[in-house]
Every structure is written in C-alpha cells, then in structure tokens.
C-alpha cells in the first residue's frame, strides 16, 4: 500500500513567485491536512480538507491557499512568495474526520527555500 | 488556545538505556488525544504512541511507553532498551477530536553506540 507522496522532494524559488505544492494521499483516505515546519515556529497547522471542504484553516496569510480534488488528491499554493516562507511543508492523510482514532500517516514533505 | 512545551531541546542515551522525554501541555478540554510523533532524517513524522484522555490507563507500545497524569497535564514518553534507529526529532503533540494537531517544539533525542 503506497504512503502519503508530495511532490516535489525539493524546491528552490526567488521571493515574489508562486508556488504549487501537490499532496497524494493513502488510497481511500479522503482528509488531507497540510502543516508548515519551520526552526523558528515549528509545527504550524495550515489548512485540513475532506471530500473537496476546507474544514479548518490555521492562522495564516491569504497568500497560502489550498484545494482538495474529487480523487482526495490536494494541492497548496503560496503566491508572492517571502524569504520567511521557507520551510518544511508536510501533508498528511487520514480515512476521515476522525483522525484522532485513526490518525495521520504523514508524507515526507516538500521543502521550499525561498531566495 | 492550546499549548504543548517540550522543555528539554536535545537529550542523548546510550544504547540499551532508557530515555524520558518530557512534555507538558495546557488545555480547558476534558476530552482530547496526546501524540509522540518521531521524526527521522527522512523527514516523515512517524506516529510512535497515542493516548486518549479520558482513559487512566498508561499506553505502551513495544519498548515505547508513556507516563500520563492528567491533572498535571503532564505526558512523559519513556523510551526502552534505546536502539540507534531511535536517534530523531520527537515530538509531542495535542488534538481535539475533529481539531488540528498542536505540536510541542521537539526534543532532539541522539542514542549513542
């Protein structure tokens, strides 16, 4: 059974471009949850999906935005991007809303640097 | 708003040792789920144990065991027997049912030959 994939492994952008983060999910599961990890603020939640919703959005800039598609298939985007955005971007799914029973499975992130 | 501190940035074992890692969180819930997530250098965060709030009973899994008082907000991780493939980032995390994880900032645990 395939884990979580997020393409790409690694991405190097210059301040003011946009970028697109993609996130396959666990065949079958249909929430995707987005954290962002950096040094200074650690684990921050981004954004949760289910059946093409945004649930719950954490507390950042308009600049990051999300989306869910019909095959549970999620991508985020970050336009005008800062320096500050770099950082780990993690994406992880769950079979549903419940994932507190059971749980997240957690891709290998993208990691964005920002010039 | 609820808050998870790790108080302890890096820590080291020898192998075979056992390893407490500390973690404390602040929260007005009654019912909520707390998490050790392990983060190698492949980046992935693995989950090692959960533990549901409203159960007394301490969860262990294998050689990884917790230490949950409740009216201390307190949920230690005690690692056992440690192996050199437990050297990464540990984390411990928070969740209201149907909410985010809230993490911890890490402890870097080094288990050292």
């Known amino acids: 059974k395939a884990g979580v994939t997020q393409t790409p492994r690694y991405l190097i952008k210059t301040r003011g471009q946009q970028v697109t983060l993609s996130c396959s999910p666990i065949?079958?599961?249909?929430?995707v949850s987005w954290y962002q990890q950096t040094p200074g603020q650690g684990l921050q939640f981004l954004f949760e999906?289910?059946?093409?919703?945004?649930?719950n959005k954490g507390n950042f800039p308009g600049r990051f935005s999300g989306r869910q598609f019909s095959n549970s298939r999620s991508e985020m985007n970050v336009s005008t991007l800062e320096l500050g955005d770099s950082a780990l971007y993690l994406c992880a799914s769950s079979p549903g809303p419940d994932r507190a029973n059971y749980g997240y499975t957690f891709g290998s992130g993208t990691r964005l640097t920002v010039v | 708003a609820q808050t998870v501190t790790q108080s302890q940035p890096e820590m080291s074992v020898q192998e075979a040792e056992t390893v407490t890692l500390s973690c404390t969180y602040d929260t007005s819930e009654n019912n909520y789920y707390l998490f050790w997530y392990k983060q190698p250098p492949s980046r992935q965060m693995i989950l090692v144990i959960r533990?549901?709030?409203?159960?007394?009973q301490n969860a262990t899994e294998n050689r990884f065991s917790v230490n949950f008082q409740k009216a201390a907000k307190s949920f230690s991780l005690k690692i056992s027997d440690s192996q050199l493939g437990d050297t990464a980032m540990y984390f411990c995390a928070f969740m209201i049912w149907g909410n985010m994880l809230t993490f911890g900032g890490g402890t870097r645990l080094m288990v050292k030959p």
């Open positions: 533990q549901e709030a409203y159960k007394q």
């Open positions: 065949s079958g599961h249909r929430s």
């Open positions: 999906y289910f059946s093409e919703t945004q649930r």
